[in-house]
């Protein structure tokens, strides 16, 4: 199947998300209350074994991982084309990135709608995105209202329904079922370079609510989309991109 898709038909795709209050404190009642229930199923522990302090100190760490609690503040995006002058093949890289959720989801929905509507025809593309960017991204679209676009509206789809929907990590398992494998082990595995070089997941949170650095977040989440590219084009054996391939767009 992969040697039969056209690279430039995929959009590359990866998220970051952060909780959806800077801090424990800063929840209602209601939902501190539901996140104390979380906590005890994250740390599997009784309520009477769980802590105010400990489930306070747990909020920051995990809570943006889980799209109840969390939201996103990032989308970038990767676009691939063939270069008419030397026939090479470049990827734009752009970020749709707000403290707005409502109006970041737009934008991406947009750009979707616009140029990628056709399920039979086109792909999106990502590291783990089965199990955890797109069903976030749809639950975020439900809390914040806003209706799919055609290649996010798989509620109830069966899995030949949904092959416009490609996991990197999944074509990794070969029917292996037993472990998660990250992009960084990836491509050190397969010979390019590592996302991972400037901050990793646990940095974005306190990057988005104490430095409110937008800009900086996007760049690291940019780095996981080429990542996503390179490991797509090591699957079908192709060149890598080289840094004269690679446009990031504003």
């Known amino acids: 199947m992969m040697d039969q898709i056209d690279i430039a038909n995929v959009l590359f795709l990866d998220i970051e998300t952060v909780p959806g209050a800077a801090d424990y404190e800063d929840l209602s009642e ?4 539901l996140w104390q229930i979380k906590a005890r199923a994250i740390l599997r522990q ?3 074994e769980l802590g105010e302090e400990e489930t306070a100190a747990l909020y920051p760490e995990k809570a943006g991982i889980y799209a109840e609690f969390g939201r996103i503040v990032c989308i970038s995006v990767g676009i691939v084309h063939r270069n008419r002058e030397d026939n090479r093949l470049r990827v734009r890289l752009k970020s749709f990135a707000n403290e707005n959720e ?3 989801l737009q934008d991406f929905s947009q750009l979707v709608r616009q140029f990628y509507n056709d399920p039979n025809k086109y792909y999106i593309c990502g590291h783990n995105i089965k199990e955890f960017d797109i069903p976030y991204m749809c639950r975020r679209m439900v ?3 806003l209706e799919f676009p055609e290649l996010l509206n798989i509620a109830g789809k069966k899995p030949w329904e949904t092959k416009h929907l490609l996991d990197t990590m999944e074509l990794w398992k070969f029917g292996d079922i037993k472990n998660y494998t990250s992009l960084r082990l990836l491509a050190a595995v397969l010979g390019f370079p ?3 070089d400037d901050m990793d997941g646990s940095q974005v949170a306190p990057t988005f609510w104490l430095e409110k650095d ?3 977040i996007a ?3 940019e780095k996981d989309v080429l990542a996503t590219v390179q490991l797509f084009l090591r699957y079908r054996r192709m060149p890598l991109m080289e840094e004269d ?3 990031h767009v504003k």
Not at 30 to 33: A, G
């Open 30 to 33: 209601e939902m501190q209350e």
């Open 46 to 48: 009784a309520a009477a």
């Open 102 to 104: 409502a109006a970041l």
């Open 143 to 145: 809390i914040n209202q």
């Open 194 to 196: 590592s996302p991972k």
């Open 214 to 216: 937008l800009e900086r």
């Open 219 to 221: 760049h690291y989440c």
């Open 245 to 247: 391939q690679v446009q």
